[in-house]
């Protein structure tokens, strides 16, 4: 009899199964299924160029592989899915002398660190992701890349970072785009571990650093005619901030081009422990400059830019302008450690993100698609950042940014896809470098930056 039981429910389990893949075939789990191999080698150089302490030079070269795969959905009203993100980094180049990690910097500009200092010969992680659909609802949980104005993943070395948790986004309304969800803990660049977040002025290695598992966002963009996108959205990090996004987005065919304005407002107030004055006393703390303001630390900030951007001819002219208000810092979200953050400011460069508190910042861009021209995959872009009014200890500060770009991707041909790109930056600051000597306000060092990439995307499935 125990026997007979046992048949059965191999049968049993064997039918299951034999349906679930049934299910999973027809419904394009697998006949939908992509899958790709980003093969990404990058080359940075750092030099600062004033300033006593280290680094004062950081050069790291390495390849990385980025698999990416995701599954199609299993027939019926629920279909499920899975995706997989895994990633490898193998060092080429990073000396202890080149490779530096600082207190607030764990790991350096590419690579982790071993136990001496030094950098890792490799670093490696997997992510997988649930997904399941209803109609043109989708819900995801597992690795996560958002791309929103209140949180952005940052792509701009070897490895992207990654965050953990749970999303839900619908266009089943029309013209709209709706989104909301829960992140906990996120995985840098340069790293191979989960962290929970912050953001500056609490994070960093120190024992009195504070971090936070929740994070919460929603929002969504709608879109009123073709040329007309309103956006709005909501973040929250539990003990630190919230923050309010309005975004209006519109291309305008005037003359022979388009003139497209992109505008945003941002308003980030106290949340949790960070709206105490125990909380703050504890290290929940933005930073910024308060000038012996009872709320030291607190976030305080209103962010409020336009950028217009006319193109005709392959050419693109630029130009914007932001303004921030309050005590705080641009409060955004961050691993804890400072490193592979982003921030969706038009003011979020190649090396600054022109975002401390009362900093004005005016900008001009140019690019030109040389497709135009008879060169098709050849572009050019450059942009000149100016920022001053930064509030410091020491008066009014100033700094800016000049950033230079080329890029090149075969068109045709057996390799098609394959890019190469250059990129050029110069920070120049008036505020004093970490090794001034002048506690209680913001230090930025004057820096030169170059990165070489090649990359190149093979389809497998």
Do not use: C
Request: charged letters at 20%; glycine letters at 12%; a neutral charge.
């Amino acid at each position: 009899m125990k026997s007979r039981t046992l048949t059965q429910s191999s049968l049993a389990l064997a039918i299951a199964a034999a349906s679930l893949a049934q299910s999973a075939v027809a419904g394009g789990f697998i006949e939908d299924s992509k899958a790709n191999l980003t093969l990404r080698n990058f080359y940075i150089n750092s030099d600062n160029r004033n300033g006593t302490s280290d680094p004062n030079k950081q050069e790291e070269w390495g390849q990385g592989f980025l698999l990416n795969y995701s599954s199609g959905f299993t027939e019926g009203t629920v279909g499920f899915g899975v995706d997989a993100l895994g990633l490898l980094g193998v060092r080429l180049d990073s000396s202890g002398a080149k490779h530096y990690e600082s207190a607030s910097q764990q790991g350096g500009t590419v690579f982790p660190s071993k136990s001496n200092g030094d950098a890792v010969n490799d670093f490696s992680s997997l992510g997988l992701t649930a997904k399941a659909k209803v109609s043109n609802t989708e819900f995801r949980y597992g690795t996560l890349q958002p791309k929103l104005p209140v949180v952005t993943y940052n792509d701009g070395r070897l490895l992207p970072v990654t965050f953990e948790g749970g999303q839900v986004a619908s266009t089943d309304l029309k013209d709209f785009s709706l989104v909301a969800g829960q992140l906990e803990h996120s995985k840098g660049r340069n790293s191979t571990d989960n962290r929970s977040l912050s953001i500056a002025g609490a994070n960093g290695s120190s024992l009195s650093s504070r971090d936070s598992n929740k994070f919460y966002y929603a929002g969504g963009d709608y879109k009123l005619n073709k040329d007309l996108t309103l956006q709005y959205y909501y973040g929250q990090l539990t003990d630190f901030y919230q923050q309010h996004f309005l975004g209006l987005q519109h291309n305008w065919a005037i003359g022979p081009g388009v003139l497209k304005t992109d505008l945003r407002a941002f308003d980030s107030s106290s949340d949790g422990k960070n709206g105490s004055s125990s909380g703050r006393a504890d290290g929940y703390v933005s930073s910024g400059y308060y000038g012996g303001n009872t709320t030291k630390g607190e976030v305080d900030n209103r962010a409020f830019s336009g950028l217009f951007t006319y193109s005709v001819s392959g050419h693109s002219f630029g130009a914007g302008y932001q303004v921030l208000n309050g005590d705080s810092d641009f409060p955004f979200l961050n691993r804890g450690d400072g490193e592979g953050s982003t921030a969706y400011l038009i003011t979020d460069v190649q090396i600054g993100k022109f975002q401390r508190a009362g900093e004005r910042t005016w900008q001009v861009r140019y690019g030109y698609d040389f497709a135009k021209a008879g060169l098709p995959g050849l572009t050019f872009q450059t942009i000149y950042l100016h920022g001053d009014n930064i509030d410091t200890k020491y008066g009014d500060k100033s700094e800016w940014e000049r950033d230079i770009s080329l890029a090149y991707v075969i068109p045709d041909g057996t390799f098609k896809g394959l890019g190469f790109t250059w990129r050029n930056a110069a920070l120049r600051s008036g505020l004093p470098d970490s090794s001034a000597g002048k506690p209680g306000t913001a230090t930025q060092r004057d820096q030169d930056e170059n990165r070489l990439i090649v990359s190149y995307t093979i389809p497998l499935l």
